[in-house]
């Protein structure tokens, strides 16, 4: 049986049973048998099908987990001693579970481990004994389709799972946000971590990020399906633009409140607290262009949220792919989140013939774009945008086409 990393892609898409199999055979070899069990555990990247930078300005989002997932093969040690190695991506680290961990950068990916681990022990759980932990993903990395969250939330559920933790799905959610504000210094909303710990399959998730509340949506495409297209544009979100525009937003937020002091009128708790008529009303006080934009996005992008919600339990699929072009037009214009890259995905996805509509999807800055495209168009879609950006871009892009997955669980 082979245990390469081609090898577990393969059965990941075709048999699970395999999977564990060669997955717990590459354990094994790696870190030795013992008498304690090797436990396995799966979780999935995501699509953000609309809603777009608002899950940090108290906005409604409308994600959905595909069928790429991370797994994660775990066993418990009788000593203190915590190991991390990952199959795409070898290279054994090794800490103690009694350590106070601190973010450093040689310890790469493992910061957002050691950073659940740190916030799971501030919650008041103890940890007597290690563990052996090896990834093995089948998401890109630091693609756009969430990787990062993934992982965490991975992670927490298992360790969850295997010390009798009980931490439930919105939980492993805030703790896997928290790790990333606290650890990677990545001011995220909740949107990613909320879909990956708690997705059904065949639904999207309508999140409203103010209170949590939620519902699934079921993702009822027809004959039409969901196709990621990624840049293969390499960004990391500490180093992107991404809490700059967190920031803009929190200045948008004291600038229309302040504005509202003065009217004598109650303050919002968040930019998309405003309606279009509020924000039309208001927009006269905000004298930063820049701001201003930042602030019309949010709240059209909110707005947009609600119909697309509505067109596709209306089973109005062609005006959903319009309000995700007028999202991907927002995102461009007045969030400037794009860039060439994103922007000549979106622009040849459009052209193309069975195409609904095409947007950016999660933080953008490279990373990937989704486009609304019909079965049958696959490979004629993939031949035509693939050129096109090919031609314009210098590189290759790559493509998907992606089915719903389910949240975090055991396997
Ligand atoms: C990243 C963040 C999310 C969200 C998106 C943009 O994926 O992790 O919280 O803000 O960007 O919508």
């Given at each position: 049986?082979?245990?390469?990393?081609?090898?577990?892609?393969?059965?990941?898409?075709?048999?699970?049973?395999?999977?564990?199999?060669?997955?717990?055979?590459?354990?094994?070899?790696?870190?030795?048998?013992?008498?304690?069990?090797?436990?396995?555990?799966?979780?999935?990247?995501?699509?953000?099908?609309?809603?777009?930078?608002?899950?940090?300005?108290?906005?409604?989002?409308?994600?959905?987990?595909?069928?790429?997932?991370?797994?994660?093969?775990?066993?418990?040690?009788?000593?203190?001693?915590?190991?991390?190695?990952?199959?795409?991506?070898?290279?054994?680290?090794?800490?103690?579970?009694?350590?106070?961990?601190?973010?450093?950068?040689?310890?790469?990916?493992?910061?957002?481990?050691?950073?659940?681990?740190?916030?799971?022990?501030?919650?008041?759980?103890?940890?007597?004994?290690?563990?052996?932990?090896?990834?093995?993903?089948?998401?890109?990395?630091?693609?756009g389709i969430s990787s990062s969250s993934a992982l965490e939330c991975c992670f927490a559920y298992a360790v969850s799972d295997l010390y009798g933790l009980g931490i439930d799905g919105v939980e492993i959610a805030k703790i896997g946000q928290e790790s990333e504000h606290r650890f990677m210094n990545v001011n995220c909303g909740i949107m990613d971590q909320f879909i990956i710990a708690t997705a059904k399959k065949e639904t999207a998730i309508l999140l409203d990020c103010a209170t949590l509340e939620y519902q699934y949506v079921p993702l009822k495409l027809g004959d039409y399906r969901f196709v990621v297209m990624n840049t293969n544009k390499k960004r990391q979100l500490s180093d992107s633009k991404y809490n700059e525009r967190v920031s803009e937003c929190k200045i948008g937020l004291g600038v229309i409140n302040a504005k509202l002091t003065s009217l004598g009128k109650k303050t919002v708790p968040d930019l998309c607290s405003l309606s279009s008529q509020d924000f039309a009303e208001l927009q006269d006080s905000v004298k930063d262009p820049i701001i201003l934009k930042r602030i019309r996005h949010c709240v059209t992008e909110n707005e947009r949220v609600y119909k697309a919600v509505a067109a596709l339990k209306a089973g109005a699929l062609a005006d959903l792919g319009v309000l995700m072009n007028a999202s991907h037009d927002s995102l461009r214009n007045d969030y400037e989140t794009t860039g060439i890259e994103l922007d000549t995905l979106h622009e040849e996805a459009n052209k193309t013939a069975g195409c609904l509509g095409s947007r950016v999807t999660g933080a953008g800055f490279g990373g990937c774009a989704i486009a609304l495209i019909h079965k049958d168009g696959?490979?004629?879609?993939?031949?035509?945008?693939?050129?096109?950006?090919?031609?314009?871009?210098?590189?290759?892009?790559?493509?998907?086409?992606?089915g719903t997955g389910g949240g975090a669980h055991s396997i």
């Amino acid at each position: 049986m082979k245990t390469d990393y081609t090898a577990l892609v393969a059965y990941a898409e075709t048999d699970i049973s395999l999977l564990k199999k060669a997955f717990g055979t590459l354990f094994e070899s790696k870190y030795g048998t013992s008498d304690e069990e090797i436990h396995f555990y799966a979780a999935p990247a995501r699509i953000n099908i609309i809603g777009e930078h608002i899950d940090y300005n108290g906005g409604k989002v409308f994600p959905a987990a595909i069928d790429k997932y991370i797994y994660l093969a775990l066993r418990r040690r009788t000593d203190a001693t915590v190991k991390y190695d990952d199959v795409r991506f070898p290279g054994e680290f090794s800490f103690s579970i009694t350590d106070n961990f601190t973010y450093k950068k040689e310890n790469d990916y493992c910061n957002y481990l050691n950073g659940i681990l740190t916030i799971l022990k501030d919650r008041g759980f103890t940890f007597e004994t290690g563990f052996e932990a090896l990834f093995f993903s089948c998401i890109p990395a630091g693609g756009g389709i969430s990787s990062s969250s993934a992982l965490e939330c991975c992670f927490a559920y298992a360790v969850s799972d295997l010390y009798g933790l009980g931490i439930d799905g919105v939980e492993i959610a805030k703790i896997g946000q928290e790790s990333e504000h606290r650890f990677m210094n990545v001011n995220c909303g909740i949107m990613d971590q909320f879909i990956i710990a708690t997705a059904k399959k065949e639904t999207a998730i309508l999140l409203d990020c103010a209170t949590l509340e939620y519902q699934y949506v079921p993702l009822k495409l027809g004959d039409y399906r969901f196709v990621v297209m990624n840049t293969n544009k390499k960004r990391q979100l500490s180093d992107s633009k991404y809490n700059e525009r967190v920031s803009e937003c929190k200045i948008g937020l004291g600038v229309i409140n302040a504005k509202l002091t003065s009217l004598g009128k109650k303050t919002v708790p968040d930019l998309c607290s405003l309606s279009s008529q509020d924000f039309a009303e208001l927009q006269d006080s905000v004298k930063d262009p820049i701001i201003l934009k930042r602030i019309r996005h949010c709240v059209t992008e909110n707005e947009r949220v609600y119909k697309a919600v509505a067109a596709l339990k209306a089973g109005a699929l062609a005006d959903l792919g319009v309000l995700m072009n007028a999202s991907h037009d927002s995102l461009r214009n007045d969030y400037e989140t794009t860039g060439i890259e994103l922007d000549t995905l979106h622009e040849e996805a459009n052209k193309t013939a069975g195409c609904l509509g095409s947007r950016v999807t999660g933080a953008g800055f490279g990373g990937c774009a989704i486009a609304l495209i019909h079965k049958d168009g696959y490979n004629d879609f993939v031949k035509k945008v693939g050129a096109a950006y090919k031609d314009k871009i210098g590189y290759e892009a790559t493509f998907f086409e992606c089915g719903t997955g389910g949240g975090a669980h055991s396997i």
